[in-house]
């Protein structure tokens, strides 16, 4: 009987990736094959859950949301490996998948530690400046080498679901392996099921829903970046390390040094395109007024309005090289996916 790979979040930008880079390395997609991929889907009839069988014939698609407990912590229980690429921060489903796991090192005591690998963000590493200038000299890049999440504010986001992993990861009794991946704003065109990155998706849709090309603050602070095809060849590096034994309980960094996301910019770029295209009325940046930015809490103050960025000096030492992001920055590929964003938001309003 094969062993069970339960992924949650297989058609998404990050998730979809993987499975195409994935496949293109020959000894992990061989690896791969021998697991039953079971994967969330919320439904098994959209297109997308159809694509997915075709980039992964004999994938087993199961009907839920991160909210069906139950089910998640079940499937979890009756697998080898566990991916989550859904979301950074859904504690609950991410406490059903640790328990699920625990459960299943409990049933088998003698056997290998189940494996969990968790999709987290460079946003840990944030200073929370408040999108003020921060002078060059203090401004750090961190280390996956030194990175312990103690160093960093429990309030901070992804703290408190990474504490949780990995304090089962470090639990001597009914143990497992959990792994966190850091990336920064993710940025490009993917290969995969869902081509277009989540950032120009989710802030073109706040400008123009709010007519404010904003920031939190005066958008000074900068984010790490790294391309999507980047961040697909990271978790093929991970993912082998992983199943080889050579990662057990983990931090990996996917992010070097590139010119970073800065807020400010970031919204003048993206306001340029969306009023060209006649979504937004005034292209000019400016700080979002309270009103807008209260709802969406002080954990969005923190990844938005802080500086967070990192070095992989894991992966690299791995081998790995981030060559898609020194070849296409992030300023070179944002217009052409704001213009991406517009025509598909347009054609949608037809
Ligand atoms: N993209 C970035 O820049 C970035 C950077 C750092 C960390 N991250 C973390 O990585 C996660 C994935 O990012 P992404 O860019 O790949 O996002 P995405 O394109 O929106 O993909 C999310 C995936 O999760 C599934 N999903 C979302 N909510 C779900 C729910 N309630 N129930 C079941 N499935 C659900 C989606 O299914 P559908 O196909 O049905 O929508 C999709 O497969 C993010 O949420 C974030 O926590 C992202």
Known sequence: MSSQFFFLGATGYIGSQFLESAKRDAALYAKLKEFTLVALVRDPESAKSKQLQEV???????????????????QARNSALTFNAANADHEPSIKAIVTGLQKRSADNPSGPKPLY?????????????????????????????TFKLEDFPATNPH????????????????????????????????????????LPRVFSSLYIHTGV???????????????????????????????????????????????PLVLKRFAEEVAKVLHAHDLLKDPEHKPFPEATI?????????????????????????????????KLSLWGSLPLEVEHFAATYKASKT
Request: glycine content about 12%; charged content about 25%.
């Open 159 to 198: 703290h408190s679901p990474d504490r949780i992993i990995h304090a089962a990861g470090a639990q001597k009794e009914n143990p497992i392996r959990a792994i966190s991946v850091y990336p920064g704003a993710v940025y490009g065109l993917g290969e995969g099921i869902t081509p277009d990155a989540l």
């Open 117 to 145: 690998i968790h999709t987290s963000g460079l946003g840990i590493l944030s200073d929370n400046s408040r999108g003020e200038k921060v002078p060059a000299e203090r401004l750090v890049h961190h280390s996956d080498t």
């Open 213 to 259: 090309a904003g920031t939190w603050g005066p958008g000074h602070n900068a984010l790490g970046v790294i391309h999507i095809k980047d961040v697909g060849s990271a978790f093929v590096k991970i993912f082998k390390l992983a199943l080889e034994g050579k990662a057990q309980d983990d931090y990996f960094i996917t992010d070097d040094k590139a010119e």
């Open 294 to 326: 209260n709802h969406l809490g002080e954990l969005a103050w923190s990844v938005l309005g802080g500086n967070s960025q990192g070095i992989s000096d894991r992966l690299k030492a791995e081998g790995w090289e981030p060559t898609e992001t020194a």
């Open 56 to 74: 992964w014939p004999g994938v087993a698609l199961v009907k839920g949301t991160l909210d069906d407990l139950s089910l998640i912590e079940e």
